[in-house]
């Protein structure tokens, strides 16, 4: 085997087209810890169709309440996981400028010290990797990789993602984006 590990932490996985009927069709994953152990990340454009407010039993501030909550991935759907970012972040432990959380009480405090600044995205669920797994994807092709960004990460129009992040990559990636989600329909 050539070359040694290479982690992923802090890079965007985007189907790269072979995902097509999985739970991952068309996803953009945000790698959040990757090492010989294995990798978590967490889906960024897979919303649950809930609020924070609506989906969890505890006395939250307002601003919390409202936050969208996603789908992290199909691992342990019932999962609490949060990244959050702001200038100067004190922490960052995914990428600079983003941390990951996955504590309630820890999410309260960060909303109650407010900043205008601030942005939180709230999952449910979690995209994992056993040792070699996502490695051996990687050597099949299943994944796109692109450089994770805050503006990417905390994007607001997560419908959007896939293809946008696709049609800023090669002619391939364009036509990929703008094909449809099923081949066959062509």
């Not at 991952?24 to 169709?49: M, S």
């Not at 309260?108 to 995205?121: C, I, P, Q, Y």
Request: glycine fraction near 12%; charged fraction near 20%.
């Amino acid at each position: 085997m050539g070359g040694g590990f290479k982690s992923l932490r802090g890079q965007l996985l985007l189907d790269g087209g072979t995902l097509g009927g999985s739970f991952f069709q068309r996803t953009v994953v945000l790698i959040c810890h990757h090492d010989a152990e294995g990798a978590f990340g967490l889906v960024l454009n897979r919303p649950a169709g809930g609020k924070l407010g609506e989906l969890v039993v505890a006395d939250l501030p307002e601003v919390l309440k409202e936050e969208p909550v996603y789908l992290g991935g199909p691992v342990q759907p019932s999962a609490f996981s949060y990244l959050h970012t702001e200038p100067g972040l004190a922490e960052p432990n995914v990428m600079p400028c983003v941390a990951l959380g996955h504590s309630l009480d820890s999410l309260v405090e960060l909303a109650e010290g407010f900043s205008s600044t601030r942005k939180v995205r709230v999952f449910a669920g979690y995209s994992g990797w056993s040792p070699g797994q996502l490695e051996s994807e990687m050597r099949r092709k299943a994944w796109l990789t692109h450089p994770a960004s805050v503006e990417l990460v905390f994007h607001t129009e997560t419908e959007w993602l896939w293809k946008r992040i696709l049609a800023r990559k090669g002619w391939q990636e364009r036509l990929l984006a703008e094909g449809p989600e099923d081949f066959s329909w062509n």
